[in-house]
Nanobody, 120 residues
Framework: QVHLEEFGGGLVQAGGSLRLSCVVS????????MNWYRQAPGKQRDLVAL???????DYAESVKGRFTISRDNAKNTMYLQMNSLKPEDTAVYYC??????????????WGQGTQVTVSS
C-alpha cells in the first residue's frame, strides 16, 4: 500500500509565498512521474505542474514564472514552491503520482489534498 500526504497549505495574503510538500510512504514501491493538481470550488481539477523521475518539468500557463516544482527522490518527496500568490490560486491542492507498487503494476495515487487560500 502506498500513501501520499500533502503538507504546507494555509492562508496567505496576495503576493505572498507558500511551499507545499508531498510525502510518499509505503513499502516496496518506485515513484515515476509526479504532479500537482488543484481544484477550486465549483471547478474541475486542473493540472498545475508535473515533474518526471528524471526531473523534466512543465507548468500550467497560469502559474509559469511563479511556481516551481521539484522532487527529492531519496526522500520520496515532491515540492511546490508558490510565489507571488494571487486570489485565483485559492484551491485545494492535490499530490498525484504514478507508482510501481508491491504488485509490480504501475498505478496512479492521489493525496487527500491541502487547502491554499489567498486573500486579497
Amino acid at each position: 500500500q502506498v500513501h501520499l500526504e500533502e503538507f504546507g497549505g494555509g492562508l496567505v495574503q496576495a503576493g505572498g509565498s507558500l511551499r507545499l510538500s508531498c510525502v510518499v510512504s509505503g513499502s516496496s514501491f518506485s515513484l515515476n512521474g509526479m504532479n500537482w493538481y488543484r481544484q477550486a470550488p465549483g471547478k474541475q481539477r486542473d493540472l498545475v505542474a508535473l515533474i518526471t523521475r528524471g526531473g523534466r518539468v512543465d507548468y500550467a500557463e497560469s502559474v509559469k514564472g511563479r511556481f516551481t516544482i521539484s522532487r527529492d527522490n531519496a526522500k520520496n518527496t515532491m515540492y511546490l514552491q508558490m510565489n507571488s500568490l494571487k486570489p485565483e490560486d485559492t484551491a485545494v491542492y492535490y499530490c498525484n503520482a504514478d507508482v510501481v507498487d508491491g504488485s509490480k503494476w504501475l498505478k496512479n495515487y492521489w493525496g487527500q489534498g491541502t487547502q491554499v487560500t489567498v486573500s486579497s
